[in-house]
């Protein structure tokens, strides 16, 4: 077919494929809209309950909006000691955490993406064959108790310290990133490995950094399993376990001490929750817009398989 | 030449290159020597937390007293495992594991891709940008508080859910409390919680489709639905295609977390899995027998390995990228 003969096709069909294109946007878009109002209206509901009175959340009474804007809930959070003490723990625990993650990622990944290192693969199958297969909940916990490290705040720390999976993406990304003429030159002007990585290797690297922050800060952050099989303190205890206590367990009439009448307890319970819901939760989504534009690329690198 | 001198001469020059090969080794370790320090660290702390406590697994073959420590106790050989296949718990923990993730895995599954698709038509950047930023917004929830949300939303007295249930005229249902609800419970709000985020995966593979196929279609007429089903979607297949075959090497690993906080005791015939079972045999009991339960974590595993080595050789076979 000649080019003259396609570009009258090409016209001849075009309103009708126009239309086809508009209902095609239309359902598109409109399904769209539907995935988001699904995902949306939790989220909202959460939000505005938070931010609603006691009373109009015991009797239903948000929908969408807040019912009688109030700050009670927030009061009520930040006056609780057990709140506030799981909060200062996680955020201890996720600071200390996620640096020491960063420091062992890196001390691990470097060295493995040095394509001259002798042993090179030897190495990289013992951190990968580590990821495939593992002892199991029992030999870790017999281990962890041998240790003494039960009721230790390093416990939520040290055994888990690096995460694999994260060696290899961040191993990847420095293959990728970082040209052996760089590390040659770097060699020549006598730069130990050690300052290389500090000075060159890291500050190049800001994308996939950025991306194992997230990830191991998050880990840390959410993190619920380690401090419940381990730590039995309260003043150790993390958020997550504050959290599993009231909005699991319930146990929020021994939390809300005052001397209300039932109803009024019952609703400020609630209202606990959704208040609780929303101060656990927003960090962390505030957080990831600022780092999304780093997190497509670094993720993308370190998905390609190297 | 040297070479075509014969036996002796080739044996000196092999020798010799040896030698070469073997200086340059010591030159690349001598050079490299930092490296390794520096790797010896997450080295150690690997050889600590992941390797010790495979040595551990042996466990799994003796009955241990902790008196005398995981070495010291006696072999019982295969007791625990089949103790474990005999009891009326192996098929009930077996097959609420694999009726949960195999449900997940059937009903999860397209969602990401059915939203990146839609992601990836949108021809208005800033509601696109809108949508994304919703619908991963989930991921960044913990479990505790997921669970502690689903838990609030179905509550029979104070739920939203059962607010509307009895404003549209019928009666309160105990979500929770009531078995069938859980695998449902468990994968819709999985497929809420999950789905923005993992379509962020194949929202990169549809960016890289090859921007010239749109054009040489739209050359031929090809409407907007014509270039998505022939052009986006097989483009994107090879990406499917692993992340299917990696969540079916995961098939044993259900949720734990998540199902053992959904847990209590009205639903446990629907929600005792594997991994829950191992933690009530071992550290949750009263008298914990972990021979029994790292025997019963064993076969999990074993399983596991087994599925992920099968998925691997798939995933060469489809397009030449393996694990590892």
Not at chain 1, 68 to 91: C, M, P, Q, R, Y
Not at chain 2, 128 to 152: A, D, E, L, R
Not at chain 2, 271 to 297: L, Q, R
Request: proline share 5%; aromatic share 14%; with cysteine.
């Amino acid at each position: 077919m000649s080019d003259i003969q396609t570009v009258k096709k090409n016209r001849a069909r075009k309103p009708k494929a126009l239309l086809e294109d508009k209902l095609f946007g239309f359902v598109n878009d409109g399904l769209l809209v539907l995935a988001a109002l699904i995902v949306f209206y939790p989220l909202v509901y959460i939000l505005s309950s938070a931010f609603s009175s006691p009373t109009a959340v015991s009797k239903g009474l948000v929908v969408f909006f807040p019912v009688d804007f109030s700050l009670k809930g927030f009061e009520e959070v930040f006056s609780h000691k057990a709140i506030v003490t799981g909060f200062a723990n996680t955020i201890f625990y996720t600071v200390v955490g996620t640096l020491v993650n960063i420091i062992l990622t890196v001390a691990a990944a470097y060295p493995l993406s040095r394509k001259n290192l002798p042993g090179r693969r030897i190495l990289l199958f013992i951190f990968t064959f580590a990821m495939l297969f593992n002892g199991g909940l029992i030999p870790s916990y017999l281990l962890t108790a041998k240790l003494g490290l039960i009721n230790h705040r390093a416990v939520m720390i040290i055994p888990v310290a690096l995460n694999i999976f994260n060696v290899i993406i961040c191993r990847t990304f420095f293959e990728t990133t970082i040209p052996e003429e760089l590390i040659e030159a770097a060699q020549l002007d006598g730069l130990s490995h050690t300052r290389f990585i500090v000075q060159i290797a890291m500050p190049l690297s800001k994308a996939i950094i950025a991306v194992l922050v997230l990830y191991y800060g998050l880990g840390h952050w959410n993190s619920y399993f380690q401090a419940f099989l381990y730590i039995t303190d309260k003043s150790k205890f993390p958020l997550q376990i504050v959290l599993r206590d009231i909005l699991i367990l319930n146990q929020v009439n021994e939390i809300i001490a005052d001397p209300l009448l039932y109803q009024a307890k019952q609703g400020m319970a609630q209202l606990l929750k959704y208040s609780l819901i929303v101060v656990a939760s927003v960090p962390f989504m505030l957080a990831y817009p600022f780092v999304a534009k780093y997190f497509v690329k670094g993720v993308m690198i370190g998905a390609i398989k190297g | 030449m040297r070479v075509s001198t014969g036996n002796e001469a080739r044996a000196v020059s092999q020798k010799a290159l040896r030698s070469k090969a073997m200086r340059s080794l010591q030159h690349r370790v001598k050079i490299n020597w930092e490296l390794y320090v520096i790797l010896a660290i997450p080295l150690i702390w690997l050889l600590i937390f992941h390797y010790y406590p495979m040595y551990g697994v042996q466990i799994a073959f003796r009955r241990f007293s902790p008196l005398k420590g995981i070495t010291g106790s006696p072999w019982v050989g295969l007791t625990n495992f089949i103790k474990f296949f005999k009891s009326y718990n192996f098929e009930r923990v077996l097959r609420n594991t694999l009726s949960i993730s195999l449900y997940d895995l059937v009903v999860g599954f397209p969602f990401p891709v059915i939203l990146a698709i839609l992601l990836n038509n949108c021809l208005k950047p800033r509601f696109k940008k809108f949508v994304q930023i919703i619908t991963y917004m989930p991921y960044f929830i913990s479990t505790v508080v997921m669970v502690g949300i689903i838990i609030q939303f179905l509550s029979p007295k104070v739920g939203v859910i059962n607010y509307l249930i009895t404003a549209l005229g019928g009666t309160e249902i105990d979500f929770m409390g009531r078995p069938e609800y859980f695998r449902n419970i468990y994968v819709w709000t999985n497929i809420w919680q999950g789905t923005g985020w993992t379509a962020i995966i194949y929202l990169s593979a549809l960016s890289s489709v090859d921007p010239g196929l749109h054009e040489a279609a739209l050359v031929d007429g090809a409407n907007r639905f014509q270039r998505m089903w022939y052009i986006d979607l097989p483009s994107i297949l090879p990406t499917i295609a692993i992340m299917l075959t990696l969540r079916m090497g995961n098939i044993m690993n259900v949720g734990f977390e998540k199902v053992l906080l959904m847990q209590n005791d009205l639903n446990t015939g629907a929600s005792e899995i594997i991994s829950t079972y191992v933690y009530k045999a071992g550290p949750a009991a009263a008298a914990p027998d972990f021979s029994y339960a790292a025997a019963i974590g064993l076969f999990n595993s074993i399983i596991n390995l087994v599925l992920i080595m099968i998925v691997n050789k798939i995933n060469a076979k489809i397009n030449e990228t393996s694990l590892w």
